[in-house]
């Protein structure tokens, strides 16, 4: 089975469980207080019983950070918005539909999650305490800054819905027995290539008459050659030839595809000629709307290969939601990781990490991003774009960032289901 459905069907589980449950664990909410000092903001909650909670945050305004509980008691009072200290302007509390509660902290500054762990009631101190320490950052910092979400929820939902621990079967001899040369099955991620425009679109033309559709292939070829020869990927493209491709097929392709992640790549250009360098790009807050909306008014609330209203609508809509919130943060720190990657290895433009509505990245459950490589409107960008050297030094670097991306996702996978989800 895929592994995107079979963590968003853990999530999905879990989500019914807890709707038809009604939060039947609830914890009670003591207090919410505020550290400020400087450049950094502590946010503590207390709370009678441990709590069984997942971060997640949004780019409104300044910034929102959002922590959904499975199962909290709060009173009348903190359903109202009042003020926050330092990084947080104002914050507040409201119920959920599947019976737990989201608390939401705007920020008047923008900040990035520093820590986030959970003290036990001990010397004195009877309640548990989560703590969420803020450090000043752009929303950019911010957004990468939030934990991955599917596997650390369904985990700490799992554990605590549990009745009974599970009893496996012992396995007979026969089942545990495998030929020397046998292994475990891994199962290899989708990584969906987009070589922007094509055919009868030609994209920008460069200074001595390169096209964008041109250089955008040929970087796809190189990028698929070497994830192919990595082992680890089955790597999809959105088009291996001169063709004409309408953006949303190109997002139906890889959502098709059943995508972990989707890399679009495109060469900018603009009327002053001197401007170089790469930059990428993830979808905006407009864009994020406008993917629910198109969910909406399509009637395809599929997510994870999942239809999620089938759980009614609104705790399908929470589940949509989950998923844009995660697949938001993949896309961010994908494109941070990129970037690092990229500097010193072809120019990049200053705030090299941009944000737009763009049609391709607008899958709900595929992390994207859209790599303009350079402008090819100037002389020497368009000379890199050309150059087989500089394209297998720069898809080089992309290739890195996957496996670096993948590899982070598996370890906080890991931390979190050792640790229970506790933190």
Request: avoid cysteine.
């Amino acid at each position: 089975m895929n592994l995107r459905r079979k963590i968003w069907i853990g999530l999905a589980v879990a989500a019914l469980s807890l709707a038809t449950t009604g939060g039947a664990w609830a914890e009670e909410l003591l207090g919410v207080r505020f550290g400020p000092y400087g450049d950094a903001t502590r946010v503590v909650f207390y709370i009678a019983g441990a709590p069984v909670y997942s971060i997640s945050g949004v780019e409104t305004g300044e910034g929102r950070l959002i922590v959904d509980f499975a199962g909290l008691s709060v009173s009348t009072a903190d359903l109202s918005y009042r003020p926050g200290k330092g990084h947080i302007a104002r914050y507040g509390f409201a119920g959920r539909s599947d019976g737990g509660v989201r608390a939401m902290f705007d920020f008047k500054k923008t900040a990035r999650i520093s820590k986030t762990f959970v003290l036990e009631p001990k010397d004195g101190v009877k309640q548990y305490r989560l703590v969420i320490d803020l450090q000043t950052a752009d929303k950019q910092g911010f957004i990468a800054s939030l934990p991955a979400q599917y596997p650390d929820l369904t985990a700490v939902i799992e554990q605590a819905t549990a009745a009974t621990p599970e009893v496996l079967p012992t396995p007979t001899q026969k089942e545990v027995a495998l030929p020397p040369q046998q292994g475990p099955v891994i199962e290899k991620r989708v990584v969906v290539i987009d070589p922007g425009h094509g055919g009868a679109d030609p994209g920008a033309q460069g200074q001595s008459g390169t096209f964008e559709k041109n250089v955008t292939l040929a970087a796809a070829l190189e990028l698929a050659a070497i994830l192919k020869k990595r082992g680890n990927y089955e790597v999809v493209l959105t088009r291996n030839k001169d063709a004409k491709i309408k953006p949303d097929k190109r997002e139906a392709l890889a959502r098709n595809a059943g995508a972990n992640l989707f890399v679009s790549l495109h060469a900018d250009a603009i009327a002053a000629r001197a401007v170089r360098g790469g930059s990428v790009y993830t979808l905006s807050t407009d864009g994020t709307a406008r993917s629910a909306k198109l969910a909406k008014a399509e009637g395809n609330y599929n997510v994870y290969d999942l239809d999620v209203a089938a759980y009614g609508e609104e705790v399908g809509g929470i589940m949509f939601d989950l998923a844009q919130v995660a697949t938001h943060t993949g896309s961010s720190r994908f494109a941070e990781k990129l970037l690092e990657n990229l500097a010193g290895k072809t120019p990049l433009l200053g705030r090299s990490h941009r944000t737009g509505d763009l049609r391709v990245l607008l899958a709900p459950d595929v992390p994207a991003v859209l790599f303009e490589m350079a402008f090819i409107s100037n002389a020497k960008d368009e000379a890199n774009l050309n150059s087989p050297v500089w394209r297998k030094r720069t898809m080089t670097a992309v290739a890195d960032t996957i496996d670096q991306y993948f590899e982070e996702y598996d370890e906080q996978r890991f931390a979190a289901n050792s640790a229970g989800g506790a933190n």
